[in-house]
C-alpha cells in the first residue's frame, strides 16, 4: 500500500485519498497532514485541485435523482444506519480526531462523537415529520413541499471536524441531496472515516463525496460550479467574502457560519463562582470555539473579586497532552495559528494592554491560558477574533454601558450573561445582537433550536427545519377544487 494512499494513526488506517463516486481517487500531489500534540506527520493527503472538484460534482449530480427519489423512510433509516457506524467507531473517530487537530480526547469520547452520531439521527427524524399542514384558498388545495435541490458543496473548519461537517451532512443527505465534502487541511482524516462509515451503511455511491484539499487551490473549482445547488461554509470571514464573490456567479444559495468575539456580561448580582466557572470555561478547545465568550464585562464594583477568583481557578487548569483525561487544555492546531496569537497578543501589549494571566506562549504548540486587561474597546483585541485561549477584562457601571460594549464589535454570534435577576436577563437579552445568549450557563446546544450568527458572523440559520429550508427548494402547489 502506498503511504501516499493511507495511514495509520494510533492504530487505525485511515485513507487519504478523496472519495468520489464511491471510489477511492488519489492526486498525484499530497499535503502533510502533521499532530499539534507533538508535531508528527499523520499522513500524506490527495492534494485535489479543479479536476477532482468537477469529478466529485459530476459524480454528485450522477447520483442526485435517484437519491432525491428514495424515499423519506428509507433515507433516514440508512442516515440511522451511518449514526450506528459512527457509534460503532467511536473510539477509533475520538483518537483519529485528538492526534488530528489536539483537542481533549476525552471531550472527543463523550462530546463531540455521540453528538455526530445524533447530528444523523436528529436529521433522519426529523425528515418523516417535516411537513405543513395543507390549506385551503377559496376552496383550492396549496400544499408545499420540501424539494431537494442538488449537489451540495460543503466546507468545514478544524475545530471541530466531524461535528461541524455532519451538522451539515446530515441534513443535506436527510433533504435528498447529493454531497462534497471538502474537510480542512489542518484536520482531514475523519471525514475519510465518514466516507467508509457511510459506504459501510449502505448510502449509495456519489451521494456522499469527499475531497481534501487546500481551500484556495481547490475552492473555487467547487464553489463557482454551475452544477452546484447549494454551499453550506463553517470558517472564517475573509475566505467567507472570497466564497460569496465566487458564488455569485452563478447565484448560489449560501449559508455562511463565521467567527465571532462573543461577551460574557457579568453583573454584580451573579452568583460569583458560577460566573467565574463560565469565564473559565471559554478556554475550552484551547480557546479554538467560534462561541467563545472571549470578551469579559464585568460590573465595576465586583471587578476586583471576580479577577481574583479568575486568575486561582486559571491557574489551576492542566495544559498538556489532549489524549491524556486530566488534561484541560490541549495544544493550538498549527505553528501558523500559534504566530496569529502570539502576534495578537504582542501587539494588544504594545498597545497599553497588562496580561494579568498568562500573555506568552507556552512549550511547543501551546499557548498560555490569558486574560488581559486594560483594553481599548476599538483596539485589535476586543474587535478581532483570535481564536486561542486568549481573553480581555473590561468594566461597565451600568446596564446601558455593558449593553454598548457587548454589541459594540462587527460580530454577533453568541452572548453569555450571568446575572441573579430573571427581569434584568430579560431586558439585557432583548438588546444584544446574538444568534444565541445562554443566560447562567454556556454551550448548552439543542438541535432543535436555530443556530448561527447576526452581521458578520454569518447568513442564514442551521438546525431543525431551518437546515432544511437551506437544502430544499420549497414548492407550493395550489389545485382548483
Ligand atoms: P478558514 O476560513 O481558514 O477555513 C475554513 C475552510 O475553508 C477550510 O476547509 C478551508 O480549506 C476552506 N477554504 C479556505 N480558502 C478557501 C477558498 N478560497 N475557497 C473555498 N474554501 C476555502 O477557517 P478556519 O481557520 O479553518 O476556521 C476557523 C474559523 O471558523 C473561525 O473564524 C471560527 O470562528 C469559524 N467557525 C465558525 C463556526 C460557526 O458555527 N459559526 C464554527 C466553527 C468555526
Partial sequence: MSEHHHTTVAGVAVDTRHWIGGERVASTETFTDISPIDGSTLGKISRGTAMEAAAAVAAAKAAFPGWAATPRAERARILHAIADGVEKRLEELAVVETHDNGALLRSHRRGVMPRV??????????????????????????????????????IT???????????????????????????????????????????????????????????????????????????????????????????????????????????????????????????????????????????????ESIAAEFTRRFTDKAARLRQGDPRDEATDIGPNIHPRQLEKIDGFVRRALADGARAVVGGHRGEGQYYAPTLLTDVRQDSEIVQEEVFGPVLTL?????????????????????????????????????????????????????????????RHSGVGREGDTWSFDFYCDLKNTVTAP
Wanted: charged share 20%; aromatic share 8%.
Fill in 394 to 454: 473590561q468594566t461597565f457601571t451600568d446596564e446601558d454601558e455593558a449593553v454598548r460594549l457587548a454589541n459594540d464589535t462587527r460580530f454577533g454570534l453568541a452572548a453569555t450573561v450571568a446575572t441573579g435577576d430573571p427581569a434584568r436577563a430579560e431586558r439585557i437579552t432583548a438588546r444584544l445582537v446574538a444568534g444565541t445568549v445562554w443566560v447562567n450557563c454556556f454551550f448548552v446546544r439543542d438541535l432543535r433550536a436555530p443556530f448561527g450568527g447576526s
Fill in 117 to 154: 452520531a445524533h447530528n444523523f439521527r436528529f436529521f433522519a427524524d426529523r425528515l418523516l415529520t417535516l411537513d405543513h399542514e395543507d390549506f385551503t384558498t377559496r376552496g383550492h388545495t396549496n400544499r408545499v413541499t420540501w424539494d431537494p435541490a442538488g449537489p451540495c458543496v460543503l
Fill in 157 to 299: 473548519p478544524w475545530n471541530a471536524p466531524l461535528m461541524l461537517a455532519t451538522w451539515k451532512v446530515a441534513p443535506a443527505l436527510a433533504a435528498g441531496n447529493t454531497v462534497i465534502l471538502k474537510p480542512a487541511e489542518w484536520s482531514p482524516l475523519t471525514a475519510s472515516l465518514l466516507a467508509d462509515i457511510a459506504a459501510g451503511a449502505g448510502l449509495p455511491a456519489g451521494v456522499l463525496n469527499v475531497v481534501q484539499g487546500l481551500g484556495p487551490e481547490i475552492g473555487d473549482a467547487l464553489t463557482a460550479h454551475p452544477d452546484v445547488r447549494r454551499i453550506s461554509f463553517t470558517g472564517s470571514v475573509p475566505t467567507a467574502r472570497h466564497i460569496a464573490a465566487s458564488a455569485a456567479a452563478n447565484l448560489t444559495p449560501l449559508s455562511l457560519e463565521l467567527g465571532g468575539k462573543s461577551p460574557l456580561l457579568v453583573f454584580a448580582d451573579a452568583d460569583l463562582d458560577l460566573a467565574v466557572d463560565l469565564a473559565v470555561e471559554q478556554y475550552d478547545n484551547a480557546g479554538q470555539v467560534c462561541l467563545a465568550a472571549t470578551r469579559i464585562l464585568v460590573e
